[in-house]
């Protein structure tokens, strides 16, 4: 197409986004990027990056209790909400300018604007209302916080959006959910001393998860003294004089400070154009693509969350990398959604990677479980009650490990190393003629011997 200007043209200047238009750059396409609101995307700018930050800050409180049994003596310990946000935004603000650096070096030019697709190969700038001709064009826009249910009072909660600019730390919370997101930030305030009541309308909270991890954070987060309110929902939230009331579908009340709403996410593709262009999407909103992120329109990709695949930030930076390389770098790729490692940075932390056990048992029938419970080293002379759980999942018939489930602290770093193992196809005695490294808690996933079912 002789007559267009960009060879990519990317909207959405998120993690998914950012790596497409670096690597198509690389191969010498002519790319720009539009972005309404800042470079980063929600794993930056609103997500995982500031989220992690105040997982750090909600744990220091354990630490210098359990600083204690090691000998310290630790003055009492007082905490600045301001302080914590401020610092928060001087990084995220960093990180943004790396984003854009990188794409400036890349040869991407960057629009500080929303833009709209107007057909197959046009799009349109809103704040300039010039019009950019591509030979493809890549929606990475993202996924975005929604309020639900839409109950009387919901104008009264926030998102995780506005959880991180609180001008001030509530005194008591009710977090409404049971995801990652839910069930992180519930963590985060309960560390931080705020009164935290989680509201899950679920039997246990982090559905699809196995169901030994489940349990173990549903016992973990209430000796941690967090009040889990299950198998109800949310029916109305009213102002009172000294906060909220919060009115339960089981008839009970909750009286807090803030009500945040972390009961799932949306797909960005309102007033985008995709429809009137021919892209098909989803009922709720995703653009459906094939395994190499096309849509209906040949010349049109999506990539990330606004394809509602797997929605975690690695797998949109590989989903974008992989359509670089398959449209520009004449290398097609496929990415692999199936073998997945994730973390949620709940304390305590949890890593899992692969099958549950309930799906093993569906997919396989003949399935080995290894488990193991132990209170971890750390917690012997600090006398936390806290327990670590480590899960392996076999073939019964191969001996390939299908899924490894930790509860524990680290579990996060855990879980990316023993994703490798998964990935390559490891077997359970791989695992066991693994030379343990002694003493940690890592060492519990290769000297699991008998199996318990």
Partial sequence: MSDCDVDLFVIGGGSGGVRAARIAAGYGARVMLAEEYRVGGTCVIRGCVPKKLFVYASRFAADFEDAAGYGWSVPQATFDWPTLVKNKDAEITRLEGIYRNNLVRAGVEIVDS???????????ILKTGARIRARFILVATGGRAVKAPAVPGIEHAITSNEAFHLERLPGRIAVVGGGYIAVEFAGIFAGLGVATTLVHRGEKLLRGFDEDVRDALGRAYARRGITLCLQTGLARIEKAVDGLVVSLTDGRELHV???????????????LGLEEAGVQLAANGAIIVDEMSRTSVPSIYAVGDVTDRVNLTPMAIREGHAFADTVFGNRPTRVDHAVV???VFSTPEIGTVGLTEADARQRYGNVRIFRTTFRAMKATLSGRDEQVLMKIVVDGETDRVLGVHIVGDGAGEMIQLVGIAVTMGATKADFDRTMAVHPTAAEELVTMRSPVA
Avoid at 257 to 271: L, S
């Fill in 114 to 124: 929303r833009a709209v697709i107007e057909d197959a190969h046009t799009v349109r």
């Fill in 257 to 271: 400070d803030q009500v945040m709403i972390a009961t799932g996410r949306m797909p960005n593709t309102e007033k």
């Fill in 341 to 343: 490692p994730t973390a």
